[in-house]
C-alpha cells in the first residue's frame, strides 16, 4: 500500500474499506499507532478508549464479512470532542469540576455515529467548557499545533483540529460557538464547518451559549467535510432548537463549480488589525475565485465592530445561566472544604472552575443582573438584530461571502494568555456567523513566510451548506490539482 492509512481521507478509506483492500482492525490499529507517536509531544486527547476501538472495529469488520448493510463511514477511527456526552466514557468539558463525569446516555450526534457503526478512538482536548481561543484554558493539558508544536492550535476545538492535522483520528467533532471549529482548523491546516443553527443537534452537548453553539465536523478535505455532515445533520425532538426540514445529500453537487456564483468581499474584514500576509493569501483566494468563473463584489458590513462586544455579552450571559448547574450537588466535583450548603456550592464552584470560566461567568452574571439588563443584555439582542439584517442585505444580492478566518495566523504557546481582550480580537471575523446562525467552512488557502497555514472563510444562506462546500471544493481542486478527491 503506498498511502499510510492514517493519511487517507474519509473518502478513500470508504472505497477501501468496501472493496476489502483493508480492514477497520488494520485502520484502527495505525491510528492508535500513531496516537502513541505523536501524543506525548501533541495532546490532543483527552481520554483514549484503545480497546473499547478495536472492539468495535472487529464487530464491523465481521459485520461486513457477513454482507450486512453498512453506512458509508462504517469502520471509519473518529476522536470527538470532550464537551459531547458519550455513554459510560468520561466527558469532561476540560474542566476539574466535570472530572470524574461518566454520562449515562448519547448526545444524538453520537446515537447518529454509533447507528452507522463508527470506531470512536477517545475523547479531545478543548479550552474548558468550550471558553477560548487556544486550548491553552484546558484544566488536563495545553494541546501543541502538530504544524509546529510551539504554536497553539486554536481553540475551542484545538484537540478536535490538531487530531486530524496530526493524523491522530480520520476525522472529529467540535463545537462551534464563535469560531470554535473554523478558527483551530484555520491555524491547524484542515477544514472545519460550522453547520445552520438548528441543522445538528444539540442534545447532549454540554452547553456553553445555547443560542450560539453547533455541533460541526473537522476534516483533512471538504469531500470529507460532506460525507460526515451527511451523518450528523437532522431533525431531533430532543432538541427544542433543531430544524424539522429536509436535509439533502451534501456530496450531490460538490463538484458543479463556482461559474456565475456572487462571492462578496466585506471590505471592512481587510481593514485595521489584519494581518497584511494573511490579507494578501485571502485576497489571492478571491483572485483565483474570480479565475473559476465567479463574480467578485466588494459589499460593507457595518456591524462588524459591534459583533464582538454584543457577542460576549450574549454568550457570558448565557453560560452565567448554563453553568449554574454545576454547583457539587448531582454530579462532577464536590469540595470537601464547606460546613453549610452556601460554603458546598462556593467552594466547589471555586475549585472546579478555571479563570477563564469565572471570568465569563461574573461577566455574564453582572450583564444580566437588575439595572443592567437593558443597558447590555438587551442592547446586545438589539445588535444581533443589527447583524442579522446586515448579512441579509449582503445575501440579497451574492450567494457567499468570503473572508479571513482571524487577523492572524496561529501564535506562540503562552503568547497572549495574560491579555484576554486581545485573545478576543481574534475572533472578530467568526462570531458575526454565530450571532446570526449562519453556516460557515473554513479551508486552509495558504501559508505565512514562516510556513503556518493561513485560513479562509465562506459563509453562506442559512441552510445553504452545499452552496459551501461547492464553492470550497472548487478552490480545493483548482489550487491542489485535484489531489483532494
Known sequence: MSKQLTSMYVSELIEGLETKQFSSVEITKEYLSKIDEKEKSVNAYITISADKALEKAKEVDEKRQAGVKLAPIAGIPVGIKDNICTNGIRTTCASKILSNFIPVYDATVMEKLNKDDIVMLGKLNMDEFAMGSTTENS?????????????????????????VAAEEAAFTLGSDTGGSIRQPAAFCGVVGMKPTYGTVSRYGLIAFASSLDQIGPVTKNVRDSAIVLNAITGHDAKDSTSVNRAYSDYTKGIENGVKGLKIALP????????????????????????????????VSMSTIDYSLPAY???????????????????????????????????????????DEVKRRIMLGSFALSSGYYDAYYKK???????VVNDFNNIFSTCDVILSPVAPTVAFKLGEKTTNPLEMYMGDIYTVPV?????????????????????????????????DLLRTAYAYEQDIYMGGAK
Open 380 to 386: 446586545a439582542l438589539q445588535v444581533r438584530t443589527l
Open 267 to 298: 471590505k471592512e474584514y481587510f481593514a485595521e488589525g489584519i494581518n497584511e500576509e494573511v490579507k494578501t493569501i485571502v485576497l489571492n483566494a478571491a483572485k483565483q475565485y474570480e479565475k473559476l468563473g465567479a463574480q467578485i463584489v466588494e
Open 434 to 466: 454565530n450571532i446570526a446562525g449562519l453556516p460557515a467552512i473554513s479551508l486552509p488557502c495558504g501559508k505565512d513566510s514562516k510556513g503556518l497555514p493561513v485560513g479562509m472563510q465562506l459563509i453562506g444562506k442559512p441552510f445553504r451548506e452545499a
Open 139 to 163: 484544566a488536563f493539558k495545553k494541546t501543541s499545533n502538530p504544524v509546529n508544536l510551539e504554536y497553539v492550535p486554536g481553540g475551542s476545538s484545538g484537540g478536535s483540529a490538531a487530531a
Open 312 to 354: 460576549y455579552v450574549i454568550s457570558s450571559a448565557e453560560a452565567s445561566s448554563n453553568l449554574a448547574r454545576f454547583d457539587g450537588v448531582k454530579y462532577g466535583l464536590r469540595s470537601e472544604n464547606y460546613s453549610n450548603i452556601d460554603e458546598l456550592y462556593k467552594m466547589s464552584r471555586s475549585e472546579g472552575f478555571g
